[in-house]
């Protein structure tokens, strides 16, 4: 069996890895690596990896230990060349599996290290708070349909208009909190209708919702990459995810929607060989809204994401915690950009 075939599991980490032998001549590289370098495979097998870092003894050094059996493991932080490119940060481990001669290199952008860390701290949180949420909706629910009852027999039993108009308050209020409860258990309830989702017609479906809302003062721009495949999701779900962040980037546009010059865009893209929820993918939808506000104020950038927290006042805050959910529900990634003048929410969603 040749040596890439041995190998070619590799392919599938979403680590940069290559297998050299002692002196740092590549044997194999797997196509992390070769997107990382900008380089094919062919062109890399055969050369000698240090030369590839900007400090080559760095790695010579290690991996004449490994050699030696000094150790079977070692860690350090590195810079790795790039073809065209600047030099990326990367941490590098080295093992030293049977036979001796082979040793593994792997490499994780310090950049994508991050990122994962904060990817898997968000769906933590994310996983927090809907459990939390559940869980004190239906602690709400029962006790606010007594209290709605009580106000209704007790509006009943009195004659005072003054003193009905008490017992309304209660009751409109009653249903207020209900509607809001509603609103917080809606994703746990509706069941996941899957079919085939063209994300093209999602984006349409919610332009035309939003102009109908907003027909003066607001330009829509479609860029849209339209040999995106189509894949199996919830269209309604996805619809209501993309309006959320529309709408409120649009409520976040009013003054400039008075003026006249406000913008809203829809920009599809797909990204090949990326890396989230600790997966790496071949195939993802990059759907990215984007708007010319004023930003997302800096009291709330951490916590865009957790319920009942907005932006504007009288807002409910649920609407960008639904579109989370929605997204995670289709194994995918929503992440927002926001400086003042522009504001990017990215949706990223595997595609087969």
């Not at 035309?208 to 919830?234: C, M, N, Q, W």
Request: charge should be negative; include cysteine; charged fraction near 25%.
């Amino acid at each position: 069996m040749n040596t890439p075939s041995r190998f070619h599991s590799f392919d599938l980490l979403a680590a940069l890895v290559a297998v050299v032998q002692p002196n740092a001549q590549v044997l194999f590289s797997n196509a992390g690596l070769e997107a990382a370098l900008g380089m094919s495979r062919r062109a890399i097998v055969g050369t000698s990896l240090a030369e590839l870092f900007t400090e080559p003894a760095q790695l010579q050094l290690a991996l004449e230990g490994a050699n030696d059996n000094g150790f079977t493991v070692v860690r350090f932080d590195a810079w790795l060349r790039r073809m065209g490119y600047d030099p990326i940060p990367v941490h590098v481990t080295i093992s030293r599996p049977e036979p001796v001669d082979e040793i593994m290199v792997e490499m994780v952008p310090l950049e994508k290290q991050t990122r994962q860390d904060r990817e898997e701290r968000v769906a933590e949180q994310a996983q927090t708070n809907k459990e939390l949420i559940r869980n004190l909706a239906h602690e709400i629910k029962n006790p606010l349909g007594g209290i709605r009852g009580a106000a209704q027999l007790l509006e009943m039993e009195i004659e005072s208009r003054e003193l009905i108009e008490y017992t309304q308050v209660i009751i409109h209020e009653a249903d207020r909190l209900q509607s809001l409860v509603d609103r917080l258990l809606a994703p746990h309830r509706l069941p996941h209708m899957v079919g085939d989702v063209n994300i093209h017609e999602v984006c349409e479906r919610v332009r035309s919702l939003i102009l109908a809302e907003f027909p003066k003062g607001l330009h829509v721009v479609r860029d849209y990459d339209t040999s995106i495949p189509e894949f199996r999701g919830d269209r309604e779900q996805l619809i209501q995810t993309v309006l959320n962040i529309a709408h409120n980037a649009c409520q976040a546009l009013s003054e400039r929607i008075e003026a006249g010059d406000a913008e809203l865009i829809f920009l599809t893209r797909v990204a090949r060989q990326v890396t989230f929820g600790k997966q790496r993918y071949r195939l993802a939808l990059e759907l990215h809204v984007i708007d010319n506000g004023p930003g997302v104020p800096d009291s709330i950038k951490d916590r865009i994401f957790y319920p009942l927290v907005s932006g504007r006042e009288g807002g409910s805050g649920l609407g960008l915690t639904l579109a989370q959910t929605f997204v995670q529900q289709h194994r995918g990634l929503i992440e927002v950009d926001s400086v003042p003048g522009r504001t990017e929410f990215k949706i990223l969603i595997p595609l087969p």
